[in-house]
DNA sequence: TATGAATGAGACTTCATTCAT
DNA sequence: TATGAATGAAGTCTCATTCAT
């Protein structure tokens, strides 16, 4: 997996505490932020749903927008993980793709809060924190890229690789669409039907 | 065109002063919003960059979300009437088609930088006013699904009604990707490849 | 004089306005200061002494360091323009120096409370208005030189140039003295008794 | 010597081992509160720059203030040693007094960040500490008005008793001088240089 | 005796909004 | 109608000190 080690100094010395309080963190900011929005939400907010008192708190990080950080990489982690472990599977290529937008469109709706939070706050990382998440976003986005290119060279997929990356993007966009678009596909479509119009309609595009 | 009048309250009786200075402060707003985001530009900023006083600046609206909503009602407006103009043309339906989706992503550039914070902002808004916007947004989508609707009806689209509404909305969201998703849009497609490329993938996956 | 003029950002437009509210600013700080000290003084204590709100006191300054400046360049404005002036009048040298000797020391005793704060807390000013401060310092310490460095000239004191530059030092702390050791100065001396055996001291050890 | 045995409390039994642990205590201390002052300095970076741990370092010392103290005590206390080892030899009362100013000014040259750091931070103290402090420091300015007085009544200095203190008080801040005024001093003179003139001078005055 | 995580009060600073002029 | 000085609540962050282990 990506993972690259997270760096957030912290005035505690015990690692395993600090990874341990990090994510009771993250699960308490979590919740605030996807009700109130990163800015709205006061590090006191954070701070008594987190457990701890401020001063506890400020030890695990430096500055609020660390929280947010950690949020971010936290959620991202999440689809990362999920998604990776279902592409293991041996199937041919076309079946591959439908599994992977399957699943994947199935971790965004468990966890659509979160993804809204990703979309919408990321730019209040700083420079290094958003590109970070950023990249984390273009891994994601590779693994569709992959299959479809794998297709491609089998002749399963009749478009080129240049389509490729859009069409991977598209299925990027399409399943946070689920989310922040909720309001209109959630209204008019249960997730299995959504799934399959999204999925047959990549599939119909590129074969 | 949509435009249910915006209802702002203000100080001020003369409906056409109202009118012009509203607009100019919207001007000032969206480019420091652009810049720096909404909770993270100061009132006092707006106001200088609108070239009058605190207290001139609070004769026009009552919060500084007031200026949030103007901005996006703003920005919707540029987006809808240039749209709307566009569609006026007699085609055959497929070519209406493509001419509006090439339209609506050439629109979306040259404003991209307001339709990322329309889609980063929006949630700022309190109810009433983002359901106006997310209204907004509903009525643009509508053009395409008409459009699709009527291809349907006369067979030139193969779809049932339920997909065109999903069409409907992935065309919406590929045009802001365009912006949202430019680190890697817009590094790897000139506009017109971009378009070129995703109206085909639509064309391809409804016909 | 000196006065390069103090450069201290401010919100507030009026010129006149700012130099007023200063003014008051460095009284209220001042009193505060010299009960407890920079750090042991809060904003909040000097806004309630300055007569206003937080955020008020904070249109004139930019951050608490600002206060400490702006208190200090007063101080040493105080002390060099009355020393400044009382050099003016026409005396042969040794009366002159004579007379620098006791204006400088009455107007130490005048506000030695003053004093002492300005050589216990010039080291929290930061790096630039420490500077600032020092060389106010300096030109004082160059009145008495240039007086002595004329005696010299006329014969009238018979030490070399470099000397003439550590006793017009010695006069500076021979001065301060008076505040900051006043626990054994003044316990022992009236100001004129100190002002005398300080001047024979000077006199004698040049002549 | 002085050392009025100092009193501050401790949770350790083991008298010889707090005596170790504060004298490496006021090494930690001393080099934090040289570079950054006392109240800049945090009790976390005392305790690490101590190598000991935040509770360990609380059972030597009562409050942030104790180190403080300790570190003043100390100070003080090298100068007295040095000073009074120094007087120990027999000369005659000129050469005596000339004596103990040259090695009282190359002691305070060889410690000259501490001098700075004991008159800059001594107003921080509690009164009772900072009057041990003072005392202390009278002490070492009566070694100097002792001398003085004993050439008065040999007929070697021919000033008056109440004279004689205030030159031992010049001494005293002179010294001092070459530190705090250091960026003047320092700047124009050489150690040997600076002890040569003020040394003439000082004898000149009361010869 | 030693550790270091936790406390909680309080510090400095910002800013949307108001109102006397 | 316009100005901009003033308000004051609230925000983020720090740090001396304690106490369970």
Redesign the pocket.
């Known amino acids: 997996m990506a993972s690259s080690k997270v760096q957030i100094e912290s ?4 690692e395993e ?1 600090i990874n341990v ?1 990090r994510q009771e963190l993250v699960n308490a900011a979590v919740k605030l932020f996807v009700k109130k929005g990163f800015h709205k939400t ?3 907010e954070i701070a008594k749903e987190f457990g ?5 708190l ?2 695990y990080i ?3 927008e660390d929280i947010l950080f950690l949020v971010c990489d936290h959620i991202f982690k999440s689809v990362s993980d999920k998604l990776e472990a279902s592409i293991k599977t041996e199937k041919d290529t076309k079946e591959k793709l439908r599994n992977a937008i399957r699943d994947y469109f199935i971790i965004i709706d468990s966890i659509q809060d979160y993804t809204l939070l990703l979309y919408q706050e990321t730019k209040s990382l700083n420079r290094k924190d958003r590109n970070y998440v950023l990249s984390a976003e273009m891994e994601l986005t590779n693994i569709f890229e992959k299959i479809i290119t794998q297709g491609i060279k089998e002749k399963t997929f009749k478009i080129n690789k240049r389509t490729a990356k859009v069409v991977a993007n598209n299925i990027m966009v399409q399943g946070q669409m689920w989310s922040f678009r909720r309001w209109v596909a959630q209204k008019n479509f249960s997730l299995n039907n959504y799934i399959k119009i999204q999925t047959d309609l990549v599939i119909d595009s590129i074969s």
């Open positions: 005035n505690i010395k015990n505490l309080r006061t590090v006191r701890m008192s401020m001063g506890a400020y030890d430096r500055t609020k």
